[in-house]
């Protein structure tokens, strides 16, 4: 299968395919000629990335995984132990998140988005008190 197949099937752009492969974490055969010939293995591997990759897990956590995925002697707990470690980082962001959205709301509330020059949110961004 070529890279175009492989795309279609896996939903994964050909630049990512062949990125993948760069950093490793698919290896397709190579036909006499040189091209790629991906299996259908490849194509459930890449499928694989592109679900890990929609839930945030970063590339090594997808090695990760996907190393464990191959392992069927694995401990379901390893793989527990990345997903929280992940839902963790997760609750970090929108916790940051939500931080900045309330310091947002503040500076925009402090704004008279009028004619005038002054500025809270500049002033703030700037590190000048508002």
Do not use: W
Request: proline share 3%.
């Amino acid at each position: 299968m070529n890279v175009g197949d492989v795309a279609s099937r896996s939903g994964l752009p050909a630049k990512t395919i062949r990125y993948y492969e760069e950093i490793g974490l698919v290896s397709p055969a190579r036909a006499g000629n040189g091209y790629r010939a991906y299996s259908n293995e490849d194509v459930h591997r890449l499928a694989f990335l592109k679900r890990a990759r929609s839930l945030g897990f970063s590339i090594e956590e997808c090695r990760q995984l996907l190393q464990l995925y191959g392992d069927k002697s694995r401990a379901s707990h390893d793989v527990q132990q990345i997903a929280v470690s992940h839902v963790r980082a997760i609750e970090d962001k929108i916790r940051e998140l939500e931080s900045m959205r309330a310091t947002l709301q503040k500076l925009i509330a402090a704004c008279h988005g009028d004619h005038r020059p002054d500025c809270p949110i500049l002033e703030d961004i700037a590190g000048a008190s508002a």
